[in-house]
């Protein structure tokens, strides 16, 4: 996969600053300065990397957020980023030191917070995929599940936001529509055809990639987009009755 050839050796001898500088610093021997500004992350990594390098970090950080790594977890980070085998290993280099460094997972939410400004949707989508790997041995637990929501905090996110992720990850039959479009069952359905439309629009797969999703990662928007268009199927039935 193209995001995974130059995830570290494309990167060797850029000056990049905060926690992911010092992070790939340590892995390839560079020195980084921490008065670096994250600007230089942005200026000279690909989004695609960018994004790819957030979601292996954070990813590490959840893995032990409730004090056991489950190797179902371990498989999903590898399945849900779609590693090559010919990359794991560098790949994994980077998921045991955010894994095993004393640094929490603040700084690094707090970076890919300034790296996506503007670019709440780019925000959603980590948070999506964050669930997804907390889900993969099938239960998210407390731990986990306080810590997604504190990332959504300091990526900006309202409580409203991050309710709809986490209702669109049940099954179509579950969901609470309202819910997922971010809407009131009180509201008229001439304002949740407009959430609805927003929604839409800012979770279109399209859109995510030009903004800097990885193809690899996109089936996740997918999967969201389905939620979203059955939410606003069931809001239609029920607002008819």
């Known amino acids: 996969m193209a995001i995974w050839g130059s995830l570290i050796g494309g990167m060797i001898?850029?000056?990049?600053?905060?926690?992911?500088?010092?992070?790939?610093?340590?892995?390839?021997?560079?020195?980084?300065?921490?008065?670096?500004?994250?600007?230089?992350?942005?200026?000279f990594a690909q989004p695609q990397q960018i994004f790819a390098l957030s979601l292996i970090v954070l990813s590490a950080k959840l893995s032990k957020a409730d004090g056991q790594i489950s190797k179902e977890e371990l498989i999903?980070?590898?399945?849900?980023?779609?590693?090559?085998?010919?990359?794991?290993?560098?790949?994994?280099?980077?998921?045991?030191?955010?894994?095993?460094?004393?640094?929490?997972?603040?700084?690094?939410?707090?970076?890919?917070?300034?790296i996506y400004r503007g670019n709440i949707n780019v925000?959603?989508?980590?948070?999506?995929?964050?669930?997804?790997?907390?889900?993969?041995?099938?239960?998210?637990?407390?731990?986990?599940?306080?810590?997604?929501?504190?990332?959504?905090?300091?990526?900006?996110?309202?409580?409203?936001?991050?309710?709809?992720?986490?209702?669109?990850?049940k099954s179509s039959d579950k969901l609470n529509p309202y819910v997922v479009l971010e809407s009131h069952p009180d509201d008229t359905i001439e304002i949740i055809r407009k959430r609805y439309l927003k929604l839409s629009k800012e979770h279109h797969p399209d859109l995510l990639m030009s903004k800097g999703v990885p193809q690899e990662v996109i089936d996740e928007s997918k999967a969201k987009m389905r939620a979203i268009n059955s939410a606003w199927d069931q809001v239609q039935k029920l607002k008819s009755n």
């Open 13 to 43: 001898g850029l000056s990049l600053g905060g926690p992911f500088g010092m992070l790939l610093g340590s892995l390839i021997g560079g020195k980084i300065s921490r008065a670096r500004s994250s600007s230089g992350f942005k200026s």
């Open 76 to 114: 999903a980070v590898k399945d849900k980023l779609k590693i090559p085998e010919n990359e794991i290993d560098q790949v994994g280099k980077i998921f045991n030191k955010a894994k095993e460094e004393s640094a929490g997972y603040e700084p690094y939410a707090q970076q890919i917070a300034q």
């Open 123 to 169: 925000l959603e989508e980590v948070i999506n995929i964050l669930f997804y790997i907390a889900e993969a041995d099938g239960n998210v637990s407390n731990a986990e599940l306080k810590m997604i929501e504190h990332i959504s905090q300091i990526f900006g996110l309202t409580e409203v936001q991050f309710n709809s992720i986490k209702e669109s990850r």
